[in-house]
């Protein structure tokens, strides 16, 4: 949308490109204009690796004076750079893929996001209730894996495969389960876990084993790491 | 320190506690008073089940005005409680235990914090450059497990028991790594990994593979949580 401009140096907060990028800072916003942004050169990186090309970048210094770029950061100061991507969504699918519940918290999102990154063929599948996966910090959290691994939105009844959910209180540990593919790893909200229509919807359940003097359960991201590791593992061939 | 005091609202910022609050958001203060921050009613649950005492407590509308709570929180508005615990810290030891190397992310060291609380009846031992584990980050992602799992502050070579590098390009996986007790853990800073040095005070060493198509590594929350996983359950006899 901006290609083939050329790049007079940004010089006041009203230019129309640092407005966009105030705005996508909203979830409103990113979800009107389907847009989202990431910041810093790691970032940067890991799109340019998964082959996926900005609308915009701006370079401190190049394209746009170092203190205006901090001023649309939402990661404060020191920001080198910064790059507006189009929002991109998978279809649920794969081997082994992971249903999210209503997670709120953008960081434990972006976290699973990397998780199933690092040891699934197939998406984060989001509830419609989950927070966005575009968010800031949604997406400095997955580091970059929201480049190489869109996210999927979809309903649990209309994810295909075997649904196994992970429950603090469920008779069946992990190590034990059957994890046949293509296999879904389902979680829910950090407090009320998984709803009952959801409990309902799935093919079996188990638990991850925390020691007895342990805390009560899990963080999300916590248990979506653990589960998909094992997963991995013994879908590898390792019982 | 303040027992025994009745509880007169607070209405001025230049209160001595809401000083003394203020100043511990910074590292330099938290170490000479021994003093650190947890906020909200949920990090005072944890301490309370942990059998810990808070040297001071203010609840919003009770001790304090709201808005005078919530110039003094680092979580922003809203806040409803705030204690003052004073810093402990454990010795090295445990059939389970995590050192860690140079992590400089207050985030992780509150994350692994918590993992090891789930995982481990070992503390999380910090090298000396580690992230401060009584930071406001830090305490928020342990979820209050600093409270029920003190961390220990030495340095490797002073750390016994069998000592496990996770490393990315270690020729064994985690899952046929000897896991004997006392098992150490140790993971290094998420760009650097382990030092020169303590990778030859380590006793061997494992990776926890990846998929190919995968990021190129994991972060050291993620990779400490799997390890402990791991090892917790292949310790208690599920191979």
Redesign the interface.
């Known amino acids: 949308m901006f290609a083939g401009e050329n790049r007079p140096v940004i010089t006041s907060k009203d230019n129309e490109k640092l407005k966009l990028i105030r705005s996508l800072a909203q979830r409103k916003h990113r979800d009107r204009e389907g847009l989202f942004v990431a910041e810093g050169e790691d970032l940067l990186d890991a799109a340019a690796a998964a082959g996926v090309e900005a609308e915009l970048v701006l370079v401190a210094g190049e394209d746009v004076e170092p203190e205006l770029l901090d001023s649309v950061s939402t990661l404060g100061s020191g920001t080198r750079a910064l790059g507006v991507f189009r929002e991109r969504w998978a279809a649920p699918g794969g081997q082994l893929s992971v249903y999210l519940h209503g997670v709120g918290d953008p960081g434990n999102v972006g976290?699973i996001i990397?998780?199933a990154?690092?040891?699934?063929?197939g998406p984060v599948v989001l509830s419609p209730d989950c927070a966005d996966p575009f968010s800031p910090k949604a997406v400095r959290a997955s580091?970059?894996?929201i480049f190489?691994r869109p996210p999927a939105r979809a309903e649990l009844s209309d994810v295909g495969g075997h649904r196994l959910a992970l429950v603090p209180d469920a008779p069946t540990?992990l190590?034990?389960a059957a994890l046949e593919p293509p296999l879904v790893l389902c979680l829910g909200a950090e407090r009320e876990g998984l709803p009952a229509d959801a409990l309902e919807a799935v093919d079996g359940s188990a638990r991850?084993?925390?020691?007895e003097?342990?805390?009560g359960s899990?963080?999300v991201a916590?248990a979506a790491?653990?589960a998909l590791?094992?997963a991995?593992?013994r879908m590898?061939g390792?019982a």
């Open positions: 976290t990397r998780a990154h690092a040891f699934a063929d580091m970059g894996s190489a540990e190590a034990g991850i084993p925390i020691s003097s342990g805390p899990l963080n916590m790491t653990v590791y094992e991995r593992n590898a390792h």
